[in-house]
Each structure stands twice: as C-alpha cells, then as structure tokens.
C-alpha cells in the first residue's frame, strides 16, 4: 500500500538528533493516544448499538435486523425536530422517546404476530421491517445528509498530544449513563427482574405471573432507544441520513457477538474492543481496511467461538 | 442369549451436576428391556450418551460386539441402534410416510448427483423405500394416515409414527423414550401388541417408560435408575418388590407433597 | 396412459414451449431483456430455495456468489480469451468452491447465527470485489466482457440471450425439481423440520447442507456468469447484500418447500421494476413514483408474506389445488 | 385454532397416493408456471402494442433519451439534472424546435443501480428508438451503459463526473463535467502559488477520489509540490481520526482533499476538533451548499477550485459565457425556486451539445453522423465554458474555465 511508504515516521526520519528522537516518541504516543480515543469513541456507539442487539435477544432469542434502523431514526428524528424549533435537549429527549414508540410498536404490530417463534420468520419481518423504516426515514426526511449541533461548543481537549472532542466527552458520557441506568433498571427494581425472568425463563416467568409479551415489547423499546441515542450523539460528528443504519447494525451486532450475545457487560465491552481493534486497523493497517474489521471480527467469533469472548449465551444447546 | 448392548461405567456430568453415574447393564438379543427411575433420574441423558447425542464423559458402549461411546449419531444408527425422542422430534411439514422413508436413509447413499439426473436405479431404491415405509405404517397400524402432514397428527399416532420411522433405518435394537406418553388406554394396549410384534421381528428393545402397567406387561427384564446410579436390575416381578426401588418412587411421592 | 400422467407431462411441455416462443411474439429487444433479467434472477432464486425453502439454512450472502462467478467469466473470456463455455464451468466451480468454504465454517450455526455468518461474508465478498482492482476493476466495474459464445456462434442478440438465459434457468429448475422430489429433498425437509429427528434417521447432516450450500452457490455463480457475459459490464453493486436481501426476499415470498413459487416471484418481483416499460399508457411521472416506492413494496411484501401468508405462493397455489380437489 | 382432526380432514383428499411421489411435484409445478407464462405473455404483448403506439422517432420529434438517477444515493444530482433538461427542452420546443422539429424528452430513471441502467439504455435505444442518450448521473451507470450504447452507435453525453469515462476512450462516449485532469492541476498550481511546498492529500475510495489520487500523483511534481502524506477513505466512514493525525504529524503545508461523497463536511471538523492547522484545499466535489453547511463553521477558508459558472460573473458580465450562464440560472430559479447547482449546469450542457450536433446536421439523426457532428463541437457556450471536442478529447473544457473560491459562513465567494 503505497501510503505506508509516506507515513509521518518516514518523513520525520531523515533527522537524527536526540531532540528529534524525543519529539519523535511524542508523536507516536500522541498518536497511539488520538487512535485509542478515537476508538473508544467509535466503540462507545457500537456498545450502545450491541446492547440494543443483546437486550432484545436475551428476551426474545432472536436478533433483531433492523436494530441499525433505530439507529438512523434517532438521529434523522432528532435533526427534524431541531430543524421545528425545539431547543437540542428536548429535541435529543423527544427523539429517543419516538424511536422507542416505534420500536414498541414495530415489536407489538409485527413481530409478536409470529406465533410460532420460528427464527427464519423473525429474521425476515425484522429484515422487511428494516427496508420499511429506511424508506419511511427517505420519503419523510428525504435522501439528504442532514447536520446536528454539538451539544456544547467549544474547542477540543488536549491529553498528551492527543485531542478529545467535546462530543466525544458527551458519547463516553451518555454511554456510561445509560450503561449504569440499565443496571439499575435490571438488578434494582422489580420490573427488571420480571425483565430478566422474562429472558431466562419465558415459561416460568408467565407462570409467576409476569406479563411476558409486554416484556418482550419493552425490550423492543429500549432496543430502539439505546440505538437512537447512539444515534442522536454521535450524529453531530458525523451527519446522520436514511441509510446509515444497515452499516451500524452490522458493526453493532459484531461487537454484540464479540462480547457474547445476551450478556449487557460483554456488550459493552465488545463494542470497545472492536472500536479499538478498528481504530488500530485504520491507523497502523490502512484506513480502507477499517471496515473489513468488523467483518473478519464477526465471522471469526462465529465460526470459532459462537459463545464470544466474555461468555454469554452464544450456541444453542443440542 | 448373548448381550447385544453392554453399558459399562457410563457416566455423563453437566457442570458440578453428575447425571448418570457410572452405570452398567446389559440388554440381551432378542429381549425388552425396561429402563425406569424417577423424574430427573437421567434416564434420557443415559439415552443420549448410548446413541452418540451427548457422549460420556467415561465408560464403554458396547453395541453387537464393538465400541460404539465415540460415534456420531448417524454412525450410531448405521450399526443398528435406532431410538426415539422423550419429545417426538417428527418432520412436521412432511406426510407420514415420508418422515418413515427418510429413515431410510441411514444405509442410503446422499444421492445428490444421481436424483438431480434421475437416475433408474435411484427411481427404484425411492420406490422400494415407500413400499417399505408403507409397510412398516401397517405395521405399526397407522397407515391410514400416511398422507398427513406429521404435523397435523393426534399426539398419540406422532409417537407410533415415530416408532415407525426409527424402524425404517433397520434396526437390530430400538431405544424408545416414553413411547406411551400422552396414549389413551386403547392406545396403549394397541403399542404393546406392537411391541412384541417388533421383538418378535427379531429386533431387540429398550425402553423408557413410565407407565409401569405397560412395563412390566413387555419388558423381560428392568434396570432401575435413581439419581443416576444404577439401583436395582432383574425380572419384573423382582423388582417391583425391590426395597430401593420402593424407597425411590415413595421419595419422589413425598417430594411431589 | 392415464389422462391425469398425460396432463402431467404435456403441461410442462407446453410451459417450456411457451418460454421458447416468446421471442417469435415479443421482438421489442427491451421486453426481452427484461425477461432475460428475470431469467438470470429466477436461477438464484432456485438455488437459494432449494437451500433456504428446502433446507432451512438461510443466506444472506448469495450476491457475492453471483459475484465470483461474473468476476471469474469476466476474466476468463475478456482478459484471458478462454472459450465462454470453459469460463461458464469454471464460474460455476469457483463459486461451489464459494459455497463449500462459507458451509463448512458454518455448519454449526443455524437461524439467526447462520443469517448473520452468510451477511458478514456477503458484505466481506463485497469489499473484495471493490479492492481487488487487478481482477475486478474496483468500483468503476468491469467493462467490455465479451457475449457468450459456443464454437463459432455468437449469442449476440436479445432473443438468443433470453433462450440462453432460460435453457439455463430451465436445466437449473429440473435439476433441483429432481433432487427435491428424491431423497435429498427429503433429507433437507428433515433437517429442517428437526435437526434432532435427521440425525436419529441417520441423515448425513454435515454432507447434505455441505451439498445444499455447494448446489445453491453453483446456480447463483452461473447466473452471475450469464449477466455478466450477456450484460457485458459487472460492478460491485451489483453484488451487495442489498441483492442478496433481494433474493431472499423472492425466495420467501415464492415460499418454503417450492420451487415454482419462487421463479414465478422472482419474475414478478423482476417485471415490477420496470412496470413503466410493461404496462401500456402509464405516464412517466406515475412510472417514477412507483420506481421510488418500489422497496417500500418489497419490504411490506416480505413483511405481509411471512405474518400472514407463511407459505408464500408456493402454499396458496397449494391450498387452491386442495380445494379444487375436494 | 383448528383442531388436528378437522385439519385432517381437509388434508386427507390431498394425498396422491403410494408412488406417485415424484409425479405428484411434477404437477405441483407445472401448472402455476403455466399460469405465469400466460401472464407474461399477455402482459408483453400489451406492452408491445403500447410500445409500438407510442414508440418509434416519428418524423415530428426527436427522441432524446436521458438516464438520469431520480432515486437512490444520487437522488439529488439526478433531480437537479431533470429540472435542467425539463426546463432546457421546453424552452427549445417553445421557440420552434430544432430544424423545425420539436424534442421529445424521454427521463429513465436508473434508481443509482448499474442494472437498471443498462435496462434503461436498452429501453430507450430498442423501444423509444432515441437519437442519442444523456446520462447516466453517476460514473458507474455511464460505464455500465456503454456496451448498449457502443451496439447501437449513438452518442452518450454524459454528466458524471469520473475521468474513466472519457479516459479509458470510447467513441461514442461524451462528458459535460470538468473533470480531474484539468481539475487537479489547477488547484494544485494555486497551492503551490500560496507558497506551499508539501501537500498532504486525503481523498475516497471511489472512483472519483481514486481516479483524482492517481492524477494528483501525477501532476504534483510537475507543480513544484510533494506529496508528505497520501491518506484514503471508504465512502461511509464516519471516523477520520487515523488519517488526519497522520496528516497533523506529517510535514505537509497543506491538505488537499478529493472527495465528491457527503463525508467531506465531517472531515473538516473533526479536522478542527483535532487540531489540524494547515490549510485545506479541494475540487468540484466542495462545490455544493451542502458541504459549508454541514461543516458548521469548520470549513471557513477552505478554497476549491471548479468551474467559474459556480458565481456566473466569473467570467465578465459581458462576456458570452456570462449570457448562457446568467439567462440559465435566472430561468432556472424562475422555475424551481432555486439556484442551479453545477449538475444542472452540467445536464444543460448535455442537452446543448446534442441540440447545437442536430443544427449541424441539418436534422439529421443518423447515429453516426450525429456522434460525428457532437465530435465536432467547437466553441459551444455551455455553463461549463467554451466546448471543443476532438477526436481525442470527448471532456472538451480546459483550465481556463475554471475558478477558485474560498468558503465563507455557509456559502462562498470566488477568489478574485
């Protein structure tokens, strides 16, 4: 590849005093540092797209192809409320409160009329499901892509060299938040634990009296609203439009598989590592190849190790 | 009467949980042989680990005279050794007498290339295949609903369907997992005819059941299972008066109060 | 012989005799085309039916067999001057090569894992495709690919092209009609019905869907071969998982356990894309509407079929046959 | 919910019996093919005779085919395109036509999708029977159409952008758009004239960025530049972090950025956002509002070179080319309400050609003698600038009709 011949290293080794050297190791760490944080902040939205992935898996036993979607609409529904005036807040607010109506109401209006559970089916309505909301998000919104304020203006901040973006500070910020507020919600309050009784035991849990499909489509909801606030944030980095969910989907559902799918934690967790592995990839491989990360990362984790790194419940038992 | 299956120090663990513990017993050529224990006891799980599902984790199976503890499923029915499921695993979109033809297929080869061109002699082992599962539906006295969807059938006739699909893979010994779960008396009494009618084909039987009428009705011999270790073997009659065996079905009587 | 045998074979004589016809009542070269597309279409979605319909092992990634084969007829007929017929075989084995080795590293995974597995290569093939320049030409695509040819003849124009197209198509749907009426349909059934149930029949699971996989990559790899020599230009889109969803989409919605079901929705699905060229008098803005609209109908097609129609087409035409019969 | 006897009862009739197996798919298959054949029969043949009735160049109009992307990713360009034609069409047809003969515009939408598109050129070629076809919007569909185009002979004047459809020759192959090769080394001329010795260079991996590294690569040296750091980008990428450290740690004096996708805003602030301080320089790709409005405040200084019809007083208010470019863009916004963008301009300038080909002919519309008469445009006024094609050169623009302009606040002026 032609530019590993024009890297930074290549043009700064013609000079050879020792403070040149120091400067030198300035660079490489500052760079090492601009990667790992671009990567985090890369991987802090694939988490945020992976827990969508697990928490809809782990109550239902079924991915969810159109979790990209939810994606794209939390930004494109974000964007168009701002453009009607809304100050960002609400609109941010707003946003993620529709995208988890949708999300409910796609689980209570499709997918639960498959009775039989019949996995190849719930692939297909999700995947149809997936083409229609695309398509809605192109005739509503239209095929633009459409910018969105930073939520604090401000120049960025520098560690050790390396810059850190305010809405990178926001990203990390809101995925800690909702990480812990998902904790909260499952391991603290009682409808958590009909939640995770749900996803454990379907049969038991409606046996006890919960109300499992209503469980199943609150999963639906905060599936949806987890990837429209991945969206929402990440979106005045990068512009959102209709047709960035099918990629996000495919990146959160490797670092979901990566992680393990059903556990939250190993979501999260391989969301970072694939943002990282990527961010390497592009810094040190080549940037082109970035993409191709996700992929070689998702079939290698399912040819090899369906379970996934930190364990879960990857493989079906015989 | 030599032994056709002889278990030998079977054990299977799942986790810290020991389902079958080191178990041993012999079926004879040309017998039935009852398999009995409470809930929970491993039986299926022995049943597994005997037919190449769910391999031991030490012991020996041997089947008419070789090793069979390593062998994959299919292998495991080319040998002779065909079983049926505690929950029947029919092909619900396929009519009765196809779900019997597929088990032809354990000594067939796959056959891709020769259906794709319809070759003759293919045309004819499928002909000879349908007579044969038509047969065997007589057989087993279901062939009224040959052209059913095994999908669409009463429980019972699902069960005595599967029976007759394990049949097809020709078989020197059928494994029958709780055959009369979910038959009605007459039922019942119709699947011991059919039982004997298939000991009496020279096919050797054993069997997990619960309905203890019917066990000590077919079976010449019985092993007890509790906990997963072996608790007690013998002739019927024996057994039902054996102290442990006693002691283990109270128990699980107490336990359901 | 009976009435009902002679029915039975003069049908499909007639329907193929129909098919052959159409160019001696069709000369409009586009309608053709049209209905070569929907030719080329039809042999993917065979294989895929005869995999996922049959077999129940679902793909998302048969865009980028169709890709291997067009890629390698590409640069066997127009950079290395090799016989069509040569590359038409060779495309066909790349992409059995294709399939074997996307089958094997799956065989343990079923449903969604399978789904996702078969969508990662698609979408890895296709990253392929735009980076091997040498071989593919990148995004700008492949150009100038020679038309089919055998000996001396040169299959040039619209009507030869279509008869080629659908004599392909035709062979491909015989040959999986036989295999699915025969044991290895009834082993695919099966492993679809209860993976449990095949192995305890003693069914060779590994060999059949290593068999279901290779058979249904060939078809895709030909079909791609076709398009590209009877196109005569191929680039990476052409190949993504969007078709791939496509194909899917016409498989489920012809539906499981057919074969017919699914050529007759992916000539269907085929023809709506050009509905402006088929249908008499519609106005060009009416047509353009409905080319923008047009995944909204696929997407609600797929939607409709599986919540309330499981069976596809291929299970309506079943029920209405049950109830002429009674 | 069915209970299993009464579905049985339904089902039992069914069956076809022992043996007749493999018969009984037979018939399953036969019948609805039969069906569908009988569809498709009807249905063509009805689409023939509507094809017949409409179709055919009757000796009252000329057939013009476009193939232009209404829907997909080039939507919006395509439309612009449509606007243009429409516009341009209506008014030649209001004014008497060419030669007396009024044009017939017919619009195929290829939906940004290299199938549809040879579908298209085959339509128009084989059932509209068109004198020629403009289009295709995106340098891929241009491609892919080529084949249909070279079988029948007539002249493709295309509005895509990419150097590969006039680079790799075809005779009967056109462009409007300026394309890299005269692109890139005007703006690297004014990089070198603003004092920069090393240039970082950070373009896409499609085919417009790819096709503008190569030339780059080319032209810099004999520019007087090198090229310090050479980074690439997927079409998608949201995250530029690699590339641009690369390019804040690198030697460069300046950045040049080849792009035409939507991701150059991004890259300009996260460029900011990471401390990038050199200066950033780009082509036609910036030339859309959406970029400086997309970039928030980010892009401010940024200079592009492209064509000087972006700002029509470019080229002299008495100029002819102000004329053409003037009186379009007024029409233009007159109708839709709106500026043109450059691919309006470049649509127009399809439609120009072809119209100023006919004129030559005399109305002939021979496909060879028209690929001929569009072969010799000379000196025709378009909004790209004065074009002369040869029998080498089917771009026909040179640098001289190319401007700079520098962003300012949401929109741009030219650098004088």
Not at chain 1, 20 to 47: P, W
Not at chain 2, 198 to 214: A, S
Not at chain 4, 2 to 7: H, I, V, W
Request: proline share 4%.
């Amino acid at each position: 590849m032609t530019w590993l011949s024009t890297g930074s290293r290549a043009s700064h080794g013609s000079r050879s005093s020792d403070i040149v050297r120091l400067g030198e190791l300035t660079v490489v760490v500052s760079e090492f540092l601009q990667f790992t944080v671009a990567g985090l902040k890369s991987g802090a939205i694939y988490s945020l797209v992976a827990l969508g992935f697990t928490i809809v898996f782990a109550a239902t036993g079924a991915i969810n192809f159109a979790q990209g979607e939810f994606f794209m609409l939390g930004g494109m529904i974000g964007v168009w409320l701002v453009n009607l005036g809304l100050p960002l807040p609400f609109a941010v607010v707003l946003a993620v409160v529709l995208t988890a109506c949708i999300g409910a109401a796609f689980e209570f209006l499709a997918v639960r009329r498959i009775g039989d559970g019949d996995p190849l089916r719930i692939i297909m309505v999700t995947i149809g499901g997936s083409v229609l909301f695309r398509q809605a998000a192109l005739h509503v919104f239209g095929p633009d892509e459409v910018p969105l304020a930073p939520f604090t203006r401000g120049s960025s901040i520098m560690v050790l060299g390396a810059a850190i973006e305010r809405q990178t500070l926001w990203i990390w910020a809101i995925t800690l938040v909702a990480v812990a507020a998902l904790f909260v919600l499952y391991r603290k309050t009682a409808f958590g634990k009909a939640m995770r009784a749900t996803a454990l035991r379907r049969e038991a849990a409606r046996l006890v009296g919960i109300d499992t499909s209503l469980m199943v489509t609150v999963s639906f909801a905060l599936a949806a609203a987890l990837g429209a606030l991945a969206g929402l944030v990440v979106a005045p980095l990068t512009q959102t439009a209709f047709d960035v969910g099918a990629g996000i989907g495919v990146k959160g559902f490797a670092a979901a598989i990566l992680g393990g799918l059903g556990n939250p934690v190993a979501a999260v967790g391989g969301g970072l590592v694939l943002g990282f592995l990527e961010s390497m990839t592009a810094g040190y491989i080549n940037p082109l190849y970035k993409d191709a990360v996700a992929l070689v990362v998702l079939l290698g984790v399912l040819f090899v190790k369906p379970e996934g790194l930190f364990g879960g419940t990857g493989r079906e038992k015989v | 009467m030599s032994s056709l299956l002889a278990v030998r120090g079977v054990t299977k663990r799942f986790g810290g949980l020991t389902a079958v513990d080191n178990v041993s017993f012999d079926v004879f050529e040309g017998t039935v042989k009852a398999l009995i224990g409470p809930n929970g006891a491993g039986k299926s799980t022995l049943f597994n680990t005997l037919t190449g599902f769910e391999p031991p984790d030490s012991g020996s199976v041997i089947f008419d005279g070789s090793e069979i503890v390593a062998r994959k499923p299919r292998d495991v029915v080319r040998s002779g050794l065909a079983r049926t499921f505690q929950n029947t695993q029919l092909f619900d979109g396929m009519s009765a007498l196809e779900n019997v033809m597929v088990g032809a297929q354990a000594h067939q080869p796959r056959g891709f290339a020769g259906s794709a061109l319809r070759l003759p002699s293919l045309i004819s082992e499928d002909r000879v295949a349908a007579e044969e599962a038509a047969r065997l539906l007589r057989l087993i006295g279901i062939e009224r609903w040959a052209d059913v969807p095994a999908g669409d059938l009463p429980s019972g006739i699902r069960r005595l369907l599967e029976i007759a699909r394990a049949l097809a893979t020709a078989p020197r010994m059928l494994l029958l997992d709780e055959p009369a779960a979910g038959l009605n008396a007459a039922e019942t009494s119709e699947l011991v005819h059919t039982m004997r009618r298939i000991r009496d084909g020279g096919i050797t039987v054993l069997i997990v059941e619960h309905d203890m009428g019917l066990v000590m009705e077919v079976s010449d011999e019985i092993v007890v299972i509790d906990r997963g270790r072996k608790i007690a073997e013998g002739p019927p009659r024996m057994i039902q008066r054996d102290p442990a065996v006693i002691a283990a079905y109270l128990g699980e009587v107490a336990d359901d109060e | 012989m009976t009435r009902g045998r002679l029915v039975r074979i003069t049908v499909p004589v007639v329907v193929a005799a129909l098919v052959a016809a159409l160019p001696f009542v069709v000369t409009d070269r586009f309608l053709l085309k049209i209905f070569t597309y929907a030719g080329l279409n039809a042999i993917v979605v065979i294989g895929l039916s005869f995999l996922f319909g049959y077999g129940g092992q679902v793909s998302l990634g048969h865009a980028a067999f169709c890709g291997l084969g067009a890629y390698t007829c590409a640069n066997l007929t127009a950079t290395l001057h090799l016989p069509w017929l040569v590359a038409l075989a060779v495309a066909g084995a790349i992409a059995a090569v294709g399939g074997l080795l996307l089958a094997l590293p799956s065989l343990r995974l079923k449903g969604h894992y399978l789904a996702m597995a078969t969508l990662g290569f698609g979408e890895l093939m296709n990253l392929a495709f735009v980076e091997a320049v040498p071989l593919t030409h990148g995004v700008d695509g492949f150009t100038r690919i020679p038309p089919p040819s055998i000996g001396s003849l040169v299959l040039k124009s619209p009507a030869q092209l279509y008869w080629l197209v659908w004599a392909v198509a035709g062979v491909a749907l015989l040959l999986a009609a036989n295999m699915v009426s025969l044991r290895p349909g009834r082993a695919m059934r099966a492993m679809h019905g209860s993976e449990l149930g095949a192995m305890a029949c003693g069914v060779d699971l590994v060999g059949v869907k290593v068999r279901a996989f290779v058979v249904s990559a060939t078809m895709a790899g030909l079909s791609g071969a076709l398009y590209a020599s009877a196109i005569g230009f191929v680039s990476p889109k052409l190949f993504s998982v969007t078709i791939s969803v496509g194909f899917l989409a016409m498989a489920v919605i012809g539906g499981s356990n057919s074969l017919v079901g699914p050529v007759l929705a992916a000539i269907a699905l085929t023809l709506v894309q050009y509905l402006d060229a088929l249908v008499p008098g519609i106005s060009r803005e009416a047509a353009q509407i409905v080319q923008a609209w047009e995944p909204d109908v696929y997407g609600l097609l797929i939607v409709v079929v599986v919540l309330f129609a499981p069976g596809g087409i291929g299970a309506l035409w079943r029920r209405k046959r049950a109830g002429e019969a009674s | 919910m069915q209970t299993g006897a009464e579905r049985m009862k339904r089902s039992a009739p069914e069956s076809c019996g022992k043996g007749g197996e493999e018969m009984g798919l037979v018939r399953s298959w036969a019948r609805p093919l039969a069906l569908a054949l009988a569809v498709a029969l009807v249905v063509t043949a009805a689409g023939c005779s509507g094809a017949k009735s409409g179709g055919g160049t009757s000796s009252e109009t000329y057939k013009v085919g476009a193939i232009l992307s209404l829907t997909g990713s080039y939507a919006a360009l395509g439309t612009s395109e449509q606007n243009a034609l429409k516009l341009e069409v209506d008014k030649i047809n209001a004014a008497g036509g060419v030669s007396g003969k009024k044009i017939d515009l017919v619009v195929v939408d290829d939906g940004t999708d290299e199938a549809k598109a040879v579908a298209a050129a085959t339509k128009l070629i084989d059932q509209d029977e068109v004198i020629a076809i403009l289009g295709a919007t995106g340098t891929g569909q241009s491609m892919a159409i080529r084949n249909e185009v070279d079988r029948a002979g007539l002249p493709e004047i295309s509005m895509a952008g990419g150097t590969a459809i006039t680079a790799t020759f075809d005779k009967f192959v056109f462009q409007t758009p300026w394309s890299n090769t005269i692109v890139v080394p005007f703006v690297l001329e004014k990089i070198a004239a603003d004092g920069h010795k090393t240039i970082a260079v950070l373009s896409d991996s499609s085919g417009y960025g790819k096709d503008g590294l190569a030339v780059i690569k080319n032209a810099a040296a004999g520019a007087g530049l090198t090229i310090a750091s050479d980074q690439t980008f997927n079409p998608g990428d949201t995250d530029f972090s690699a590339q641009l450290t690369k390019i804040k740690n690198s030697d460069a004096d300046a950045v040049l950025l080849w792009t035409a996708g939507k991701e150059g805003a991004s890259i300009v602030k996260s460029a900011a956002d990471l401390g990038v301080k050199q200066p950033w320089y780009g082509g036609s790709g910036q030339a859309k509002i959406e970029f400086p409005k997309g970039a928030g405040g980010a892009a401010e200084g940024f200079v592009f070179g492209t064509g000087k019809s972006l700002v029509p007083a470019n080229w002299g208010t008495d100029s002819e080319e102000y004329k053409v470019v003037n009186d379009f863009a007024t029409r233009y916004k007159a109708a839709y309400n709106q500026d043109p963008d450059i691919f309006a301009g470049h649509a127009y300038d399809a439609l120009a050609i072809l119209v100023d080909a006919l004129k030559r002919t005399g109305g002939k519309t021979e496909p060879a003698a028209l690929r001929d008469a569009v072969e010799q445009t000379k000196d025709l006024v378009g909004f790209g600038g004065p074009f002369t094609f040869t029998a080498t050169d089917h771009n026909g623009l040179t640098t001289d009709d190319l401007a700079l302009y520098r962003i300012t606040g949401e929109s741009w002026e030219p650098i004088k």
